[in-house]
């Protein structure tokens, strides 16, 4: 593996990944996309994007494509009018394909339900009926706290056919951030359940609301789904059960047609400082955009595939790939309510073996996790109907791209790492399963219509094999149209680092190398330097991941009073590998296995064994809080930990080894 450049202030990328897996001749010829969707796009980007447009149904075609005289506010087929839930539901039974299945839904305990497009077309009526009876017309927010229910589809997209925005908060977060989401966007109404299943057991979910909505005045009404049967406080004013809200009501509803522009989604992200932000989403351009990377990024046929994306609807990914993306395409797709390990490890293979998943999109903390409970867990069901793996929501590591497409991918299927944020929309970079040839680790190219550069701080492109600041340079249709009651800080946070060049600051490191081909290397936040080079914690966790006896690396620059930071790694060991393995030699040897895959520079000073990692509940390991143990400071606010006991598990089992 390549050694450090040396060059100071510059990021370099010490992977050096140079396997390439091209796709099959048979994959390459039924593909969605080719190469030539490249060609085509940089001919003439508008026409292009008009082009991917005409794709739905638009009730008043569109004058202008763009419209960014208004920079950075854009404006997308301007004049155009949509409506949103037709698009995902009625057009698909208006063309005849009523029958099919839309969602697979598959409940944590075992039961299961399938709703054919004509049943989603009636259910969705209903519950547009019941939010217009409870007083939600255009334009309100709705405020949506559910597990993974068929509910919780429903409810998004008759806030859609009602031109009223949704506001999806994970149902991991606590009452107090349900409680500052709703008053942030004034929701009128709150659609929850009395609980939800997690690792077999009910846990309360309304009894959070209840808690929430003491101090929240916009809130008119309480709608309940009963998923679990647990007791509920209740207030006759304010709460509904959800089958008496939709009972009675017409299972058909006139969908009216909206401008492109109008808002349809808020959903909240944390930003590196202060308050979450409410990235604000709008209608036609969101639309296109998420249909047309579902469409060729995961090379969707929607009569024979059976599409599943992992992520909670509470996150973006779950807005816009299983959402808004295959319902726009006509996709049927799974829905799974729990956990990966409930009731055992090999859930996810038997739901993909029970309905013949050929798409499935995971995250890469997933595939890790996976990686740690062993091959011979998939190895177990049929998994021969997979024809295409995706990964989003950090770097992959090439270890886990490697086993992900051998062991769940039976060493056949492409792999698309697709890189995107909450603030995008939809995916920017990305392979082209039928086109690229892929390289494990990176995410490779912007898709065709999207432009990305990687920049230095002043600006300047970086040559290729440089490191710098992941930039958007040019309007995008999915892009975010705001940040929801605050334009000062929309402006401030995305676009005042590049404000000459009219540039979007994503927040990522990146590099492209020789081949033209980004890598992303993180949030430029979690980039160490050490003695005044720049070294990616994703590739120092990627090296010691690397190495057989470990499973899990995360790794954090410590203040070190010569080289500036030093390197602390958190590793969790393999599962059956022996506690030798975390004797001082092991832990020495780790710490050369670095310094042998990327450079001197980069091993470790310190290596601490732990049992697990601090996780945010989208799965992202919060560096932060690793960063306070490495520099021997009191923990900092672990609120946003999807589990707030690792942080005690981690320094009560410390087993450390260094210098
Ligand atoms: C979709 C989603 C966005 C941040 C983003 C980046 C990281 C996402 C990635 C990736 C490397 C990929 N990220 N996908 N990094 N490779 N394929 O995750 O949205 O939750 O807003 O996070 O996630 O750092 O800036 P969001």
Not at 311 to 334: E, F, K, R, S
Not at 536 to 541: G, L
Request: with cysteine.
């Amino acid at each position: 593996m390549s050694q450090p450049d040396g060059q100071n202030n510059e990021l370099s990328n010490l992977l050096n990944e140079s396997r390439t897996f091209p796709p099959s001749a048979e994959f390459a010829s039924q593909a969605n996309a080719t190469a030539e969707l490249y060609d085509q796009a940089d001919a003439d980007r508008e026409a292009f994007w008009a082009e991917q447009a005409d794709q739905l149904h638009w009730e008043t075609k569109w004058d202008q494509v763009l419209d960014w005289s208004d920079a950075p506010f854009a404006k997308w087929f301007v004049g155009g009018k949509l409506n949103v839930a037709y698009n995902c539901v009625d057009r698909h039974v208006d063309a005849g394909n009523g029958d099919r299945v839309a969602i697979h839904w598959e409940g944590e305990p075992g039961d299961s339900r399938d709703i054919t497009y004509a049943e989603l077309q009636r259910e969705v009526s209903r519950t547009a009926n019941a939010l217009a009876s409870l007083g939600v017309s255009a334009g309100d927010r709705v405020a949506i706290y559910l597990p993974m229910l068929p509910e919780a589809v429903f409810s998004m997209l008759a806030c859609a056919r009602l031109g009223a925005m949704h506001s999806v908060v994970f149902g991991g977060f606590s009452s107090e951030a349900l409680r500052s989401r709703i008053n942030d966007a004034e929701a009128k109404v709150v659609i929850t359940a009395d609980g939800q299943y997690r690792r077999g057991k009910a846990m309360p979910l309304k009894a959070n609301v209840d808690e929430a909505v003491k101090e929240t005045p916009s809130v008119d009404h309480v709608v309940v789904v009963k998923r679990t049967g647990s007791e509920v406080a209740w207030d006759d004013a304010r709460d509904k059960w959800w089958d008496d809200v939709l009972d009675g009501q017409p299972d058909t509803h006139t969908p009216e047609a909206f401008d492109s522009e109008q808002p349809l989604f808020i959903l909240y992200t944390s930003g590196t400082t202060g308050r979450p932000k409410g990235i604000l989403h709008t209608s036609g351009g969101y639309l296109t955009q998420a249909a047309y990377t579902h469409r060729n990024v995961f090379d969707l046929k929607p009569e024979s595939d059976v599409f599943w994306c992992t992520a909670d609807i509470g996150w973006v990914t779950g807005h816009t790939y299983i959402v808004y993306g295959p319902l726009a395409n006509g996709a049927t797709q799974v829905i799974y309510e729990g956990t990966p390990n409930s009731p055992h490890e090999g859930r996810h293979w038997e739901v993909v073996q029970k309905y013949g998943v050929t798409i499935y999109y995971t995250a890469p903390t997933t595939i890790r996790t996976f990686m740690k409970w062993g091959a011979e867990i998939p190895a177990k069901y049929d998994l021969s109907s997979l024809r295409l793996l995706g990964s989003v929501g950090e770097p992959i590591n090439p270890e886990a791209w490697i086993w992900y497409r051998k062991n769940i991918g039976g060493d056949r299927t492409p792999i698309v790492d697709t890189w995107w944020q909450t603030e995008t929309g939809a995916i920017m970079i990305s392979p082209l399963p039928g086109a690229t040839a892929t390289k494990p680790g990176s995410a490779q190219r912007p898709l065709p219509g999207l432009s990305a550069k990687v920049v230095s701080e002043t600006g300047e492109e970086v040559p290729n094999g440089g490191g710098g600041l992941l930039v958007l340079d040019k309007p995008w249709p999915s892009m975010l149209r705001g940040i929801w009651g605050d334009d000062d800080r929309y402006r401030e946070t995305y676009w005042s680092k590049f404000a000459d060049l009219g540039y979007y600051f994503a927040g990522d490191g990146a590099k492209y190398d020789d081949d033209g081909d980004i890598w992303l290397l993180g949030r430029v936040d979690d980039v160490m330097n050490v003695s005044g080079h720049r070294i990616s914690t994703t590739e120092v966790e990627s090296a010691l991941v690397s190495h057989p006896n470990v499973a899990e690396a995360a790794v954090v620059g410590a203040s070190d009073p010569t080289t500036g930071q030093g390197i602390v790694a958190f590793v969790i060991l393999r599962g059956g590998v022996d506690d030798a393995a975390s004797g001082e030699a092991a832990l020495k040897e780790l710490r050369e296995h670095v310094s042998r895959e990327i450079g001197p520079i980069a091993k470790p000073r310190q290596i601490m064994i732990v049992p697990e990692l601090p996780k945010t509940r989208s799965g992202k390991i919060m560096r932060r809080l690793l960063r306070d143990v490495a520099e021997n400071r009191e923990v900092g606010d672990v609120t946003t930990l999807a589990d707030s006991s690792v942080m005690n598990l981690i320094s009560k089992g410390l087993k450390t080894g260094s210098d």
